[in-house]
C-alpha cells in the first residue's frame, strides 16, 4: 500500500514537472497542510534519474515557497487580525495558532522569517505576523527566501542522492523525513542558544 502510495507520488511530481513543484510548494507556504517532503524528495530522486533538473526544481520549489509566503503576508496586510481570526478556523488556523505566532515574531524580530521557515507548522503561518507588522518586504524576501532555500535544498537533494536507492526512498520515506526534521532541529537548537549568549 506505502509502496503503492509513493509511487503515485512520484509519478505524480514527474507528470506535473516544474509548474507541479511550484504549486505544491506554494499550497505548503500558505494556509493549506501540504506537506514540502511530497514534492521536494521525490523531484530530487526524479532529478537523480535524469528526469528533472535538480536546479530548476530547486528554483521552482523556492518560487513557490515565496509565493505563498507573500500571499499570506498580503492577506494579514490587506484584511487584517480580525479577518485572520474570524475565517483561519474554515482551514484548520486558530486563534491561539496565530497569537502564538505573534508571539514567535515579536521575540525572535525578523530572523523569525527564517528560523520560522525551517520549524514544521510555523513555517506556514509565519508569515502573518510579518504582514501584521507590515514588516519591510525587501527584507521579508530575503529571509524567507533564505530559509525557504535551505529547506528547499535540504529536501531536494537528499531525494539526490539516495537516487541509487530506489527501494531506500519508497520503503523509508517516512524516517527520511524525520531525519530531516532532526536536523533542522539542531539547526534550530544552536541558533536558540546563540542568541541567548547574544549581549542585550
Known amino acids: 500500500m506505502l509502496h503503492d502510495a509513493i509511487n503515485w507520488i512520484v509519478e505524480t511530481v514527474h507528470g ?5 513543484i ?13 506537506p514540502s517532503e511530497v514534492a521536494m524528495i521525490p523531484a530530487g530522486y526524479l532529478a537523480h534519474q535524469g528526469k528533472m533538473d535538480i536546479w530548476l526544481a530547486i528554483a521552482a520549489g523556492l518560487a513557490g515557497s515565496l509565493g505563498g509566503a507573500l500571499f499570506n503576508y498580503w492577506l494579514a496586510v490587506k ?6 481570526v474570524r475565517y483561519g478556523k474554515y482551514v484548520m488556523f486558530k486563534e491561539e495558532s496565530l497569537e502564538r505566532m505573534e508571539r ?4 525572535h524580530g525578523h530572523v523569525s522569517t527564517f528560523t520560522g521557515r ?14 501584521l507588522a507590515r514588516m519591510n518586504i525587501p527584507m521579508f524576501l ?15 537533494f537528499l531525494g539526490y542522492f539516495i537516487g541509487d ?19 533542522v532541529a539542531v539547526v534550530i537548537t544552536v541558533y536558540y542558544f546563540w542568541q541567548k549568549r547574544r549581549p542585550a
Do not use: C, D, H
Not at 530575503?142 to 531536494?156: D, E, K, P, Q, R
Open 104 to 107: 514567535f515574531f515579536a521575540k
Open 79 to 84: 484584511f487584517g487580525r480580525p479577518f485572520l
Open 165 to 183: 536507492n530506489q527501494a531506500l526512498l519508497k520503503e523509508n520515506l517516512t524516517s527520511i523525513t524525520l531525519a530531516t526534521l532532526a536536523f
Open 142 to 156: 530575503f529571509y524567507t527566501g533564505l530559509g525557504a532555500g535551505l529547506w528547499v535544498m535540504i529536501l531536494a
Open 22 to 34: 511550484f504549486v505544491m510548494m506554494f499550497l505548503e507556504s500558505s494556509f493549506f497542510p501540504f
Open 16 to 20: 506535473w514537472g516544474y509548474t507541479g
Open 118 to 131: 525551517l520549524i514544521p507548522a510555523v513555517r506556514q503561518y509565519i508569515s502573518l505576523p510579518a504582514g
